[in-house]
T-cell receptor
């Protein structure tokens, strides 16, 4: 079955540091890949996505590239801010036919804490 | 603004009691989903629905039930058969394409009295 593995947290960084959160996956076919962010007490918000190999998703200074050869989708940001403190989830979507619901498989989440 | 509304935000269950969590969306999405989130774990799928009056079990459906009588609504009932119901429950919706993201509500935190 499908699976997603994320690096263990928490990750603690100083403001303006470089961020990498590793994500690797196992899936049949060609899944779509997503990063979601969860702030305390809230639901998940989509951060970025990539739907095919070599696609780069980007949003709010965050980037991730869909690497089929290494089955990875690592999240990066060049300069983190205190407001980026949250839990980040990597997820993949079944490759289904248009017209069917796609089930997401999530990693366990990585907590990021950014300090001044 | 379009979105997903979950209520209540906090819910308490007594032993032997069924409780129902509400999820409403005005995004005109066909698919809706329920996930359970436990500390230190990712989200696990409980049930999902692609169309009114139809739904499928996810990975951890035991002790839960759902209905989909309207496109906008997908309530989840946590029955007394669910022996460990304390968790954060998230509802989501999406259009019927695997390359499109799911949109999430703000969740309901269920605790046992």
């Amino acid at each position: 079955g499908n699976s997603v593995t994320q690096m263990e947290g928490p990750v603690t960084l100083s403001e303006e540091a470089f961020l990498t959160i590793n994500c690797t996956y196992t899936a049949t076919g060609y899944p779509s890949l997503f990063w979601y962010v969860q702030y305390p007490g809230e639901g998940l918000q989509l951060l970025l996505k990539a739907t095919k190999a070599d696609d780069k998703g980007s949003n709010k200074g965050f980037e991730a590239t869909y690497r089929k050869e290494t089955t990875s989708f690592h999240l990066e940001k060049g300069s983190v801010q205190v407001s980026d403190s949250a839990v980040y989830f990597c997820a993949l979507s079944d490759h289904g036919w248009t017209g069917t619901a796609s089930k997401l498989t999530f990693g366990t989440g990585t907590r990021l804490q950014v300090t001044l | 603004d379009g979105g997903i509304t979950q209520s209540p935000k906090y819910l308490f269950r007594k032993e032997g009691q069924n409780v129902t969590l509400s999820c409403e969306q005005n995004l005109n999405h066909d698919a809706m989903y329920w996930y359970r989130q436990d500390p230190g774990q990712g989200l696990r799928l409980i049930y999902y629905s692609q169309i009114v009056n139809d739904f499928q079990k996810g990975d951890i459906a035991e002790g839960y039930s759902v209905s989909r009588e309207k496109k906008e609504s997908f309530p989840l009932t946590v029955t007394s058969a669910q022996k460990n119901p304390t968790a954060f429950y998230l509802c989501a919706s999406s259009i019927l394409r695997d390359d499109q993201p799911q949109h999430f509500g703000d969740g309901t935190r269920l605790s046992i009295l």
